[in-house]
């Protein structure tokens, strides 16, 4: 093909990384993207605005029909042999993204599909071109090492926020993490290292990311030169991606992130004088190279994902000169085959894991967030009264209720509407308690507003006669409260809650949904707002109570607001008289002991327990409020949410009495044990639990002496 000819470009699939092809493709001379495909047409035409791509076409064969040279296949793993073969029967040449096929079968069907079209194929291999890679295999070739005899690999990961929703593509097989990240490691090591002879992985979880069955992987491959030692993780931070290859006269370390390459050659001098002369000489030379990068990166000479423009041009420079492919297919059999091994080993594991949880069930009673503190005392009083019980989690649970006959355990995330779907089907009544009570925003909206609404919309899909909401406090409009109100049912929602943090705004939202479905849509429901829930198992020392700090514990304000506590058996109790006795009319009910107590008396009875050598700081509303309008300025300035704002500790500092009456004269409800008897409970149960921790770490020191 004539160096000057001007190549028309077509991209399949708008997901993250198609951006940068895109960016890619438009600095190369004589080429022009006139079109994209994928399943989410909005999503092509975003991405199609944002590099003012001229045409959005439905299919890939509608844009090929079009008249292409060139597609380039950005999609998951499983359509990249099928659309690579389609693509060079119609006459294109192609650029497919790692991995190039599921299996080496594909791989040859791509072959042969080349072959017969005389149509060229490359494979994203772009660590293979980043200019850091690049330096060391340069120095490794050139035997500034010696023979290299160890590539050690190491990246952590993370994967787009998940909002709710069908599962993303990584959540759904277990070997999916490795298939994505791990074909890196596997061409790098066969680069240093020569051919791949045998491969053994380890996988396991550590359960950062409860949605990856798998999300630490080490993997340790047999090359024909040495030995490659790969390690991805999806929890360790910062983020990282470095190797170092070991070799008889030297060692090479490149850190991918921080951008250098150090090379340390053998010196012909005694040790300890060599050692230090190495270490100062790798550290002068890091200094020298980050800065002189970072400026580089500025200045947008380095630009993000830059192998993966180098290898771009190389390729558009091979389709205009004839010259070989930067990777052509059969150089990425080899990956595809170990890749493909490891990844199918990890996909049965996590088949014959799930296998443990139920896909159908027969219990007519389920709960959502059985793992929590409301949760698990709930279970446990339904298994008490005799009831077969259902519960939905995102982990395994503990042994009691994995080896318990009554107990069936379906495993998903409340986001996704299949699982809870499952769930739901059969049941007769749903105790909806599972939200999320810390993290980002995403798992907020995920958790408890994405997760209520797919609830909702499957116990109305399945006619599931009763639903039993546990909302919050946290809900109200606690701005307007003024000292001696009474809070009731019928005081105000929340009237801003953008204005308050994550878990306001998803119980705000989620109460919303419940309601309305009541109202519009004929659900059945009743609906709980337990005041500040305690209970063994759970710390007392909230941030709302107190902030701790090593021995200092820091209370805002001057300590004297009333906290609206209640204890989990007495939450539980109302749960229980609201199936009893509402009508599922969508009443409210607020369950708080009215039982008067204090942040100071909170902190002082914790101290006398549990760390009586502390000390408590009361920090002046004044100046809380000092802070929440700084952050409130520097935000503005720098525009971005403010971490805190007036608003928001106006909220929290709200002092706010809850009236009960209606659960105690339309459920009968009154507070069983307390306050004053749960808080000794905790307390046991905290002492207990800080005894077994301390038993076993000197268990642990005397095992290893």
């Not at 990166?297 to 994902?305: C, S, T």
């Not at 009910?589 to 008396?601: C, G, L």
Request: charged share 20%.
């Amino acid at each position: 093909m004539p160096p000057d000819t001007n190549l028309r470009v077509g991209l399949v699939g708008a997901g993250y990384i198609s951006e940068f092809h895109a960016r890619a493709i438009q600095r190369v001379p004589n080429t022009r993207i006139m079109g994209i495909a994928d399943v989410v047409n909005s999503r092509a035409a975003g991405l199609a605005a944002r590099f003012r791509i001229p045409e959005v076409f439905p299919t890939m064969e509608a844009m090929m029909n079009e008249g292409v040279d060139v597609i380039h296949i950005l999609t998951p793993p499983n359509t990249h042999a099928p659309l690579a073969i389609a693509a060079l029967e119609h006459g294109c040449h192609v650029l497919v993204e790692k991995p190039l096929a599921m299996n080496v079968e594909e791989v040859d069907r791509i072959s042969v599909a080349a072959e017969a079209a005389q149509k060229s194929v490359c494979v994203n291999h772009s660590m293979l071109y980043d200019r850091f890679v690049y330096k060391a295999l340069k120095l490794v070739r050139a035997g500034a090492i010696g023979v290299p005899l160890s590539f050690d690999y190491f990246r952590s990961s993370e994967y787009p926020p998940y909002r709710g929703g069908p599962l993303p593509i990584h959540y759904q097989d277990g070997g999916y993490p490795f298939l994505d990240q791990g074909v890196h490691a596997l061409y790098l090591a066969e680069s240093f290292l020569g051919a791949i002879e045998d491969v053994k992985p380890c996988y396991g979880t550590y359960g950062g990311d409860s949605n990856l069955v798998f999300d630490e992987w080490r993997v340790t491959a047999k090359c024909q030169r040495g030995t490659a030692n790969i390690h991805i993780s999806w929890n360790v931070r910062p983020l990282q991606n470095w190797f170092v290859v070991q070799g008889t006269k030297g060692v090479i370390r490149a850190n991918l992130f921080a951008m250098w390459v150090t090379h340390t050659p053998q010196l012909p001098l005694p040790k300890a004088p060599a050692r230090a002369l190495q270490a100062m000489s790798e550290g002068l030379s890091i200094c020298a190279q980050v800065p002189a990068n970072v400026a580089r990166f500025a200045l947008k000479k380095i630009v993000q994902y830059d192998g993966l423009h180098s290898l771009i041009a190389a390729y558009y420079r091979a389709l205009q000169t004839g010259e070989r492919m930067p990777v052509p297919v059969e150089h990425a059999r080899a990956t595809v085959y170990w890749t493909n091994r490891v990844s199918q080993e990890a996909n049965a594991a996590k088949i014959k894991f799930q296998e443990q949880f139920r896909t159908v069930g027969h219990a007519k009673v389920l709960v959502t967030g059985a793992t929590g503190l409301i949760g698990r005392h709930l279970v446990r009083r339904l298994l008490q009264e005799g009831k077969r019980v259902r519960i939905f989690v995102r982990r395994q649970p503990e042994a009691e209720f994995m080896n318990d006959g009554n107990v069936e355990v379906f495993l998903g995330d409340l986001g996704d509407p299949a699982a809870v779907d499952r769930a739901v089907t059969g049941t007769e009544i749903v105790y909806h308690v599972g939200a999320a009570m810390n993290g980002s925003a995403h798992e907020h909206e995920r958790g408890t507003v994405c997760g209520t609404q797919n609830v909702v919309d499957s116990v109305l899909r399945h006619k599931t006669q009763r639903l039993v909401y546990i909302s919050s406090l946290s809900c109200l409009h606690a701005a307007v409260a003024r000292p001696g109100d009474v809070i009731t049912e019928s005081w105000p929602i929340e009237a801003s809650p953008t204005k308050r943090g994550a878990y306001t705004q998803a119980k705000t939202a989620a109460e919303k949904i419940v309601c309305d479905a009541v109202r519009d849509r004929n659900l059945r429901a009743v609906l709980l707002r337990p005041g500040r829930v305690f209970g063994p198992g759970m710390t007392l020392l909230t941030p709302e109570v107190a902030r701790r700090l090593g021995n200092l514990f820091v209370i805002l304000g001057d300590g004297t607001r009333e906290l609206p506590l209640v204890y989990v058996e007495d939450v539980i109790d109302a749960i229980g008289l609201a199936v009893q006795k509402s009508k599922f009319d969508g009443a409210v009910f607020h369950i708080v002991d009215r039982t008067q107590i204090t942040q100071n008396q909170v902190v002082q009875g914790y101290l006398s327990k549990n760390a009586k050598k502390a000390k408590v700081l009361h920090l002046p509303v004044a100046i809380v409020y000092s802070l929440a309008l700084g952050f409130e300025l520097l935000s503005k300035l720098l525009k971005r949410s403010a971490p805190l704002s007036i608003y928001r500790v106006k909220s929290a500092l709200a002092r706010m009495k809850f009236d009960c009456a209606r659960a105690e004269n339309e459920l009968g409800w009154h507070p069983r044990i307390g306050v004053a008897s749960g808080l000794q409970e905790s307390m046991a149960a905290e002492r207990v639990h800080s005894s077994k921790i301390v038993l076993g770490r000197v268990r642990e020191s005397w095992a290893a002496k």
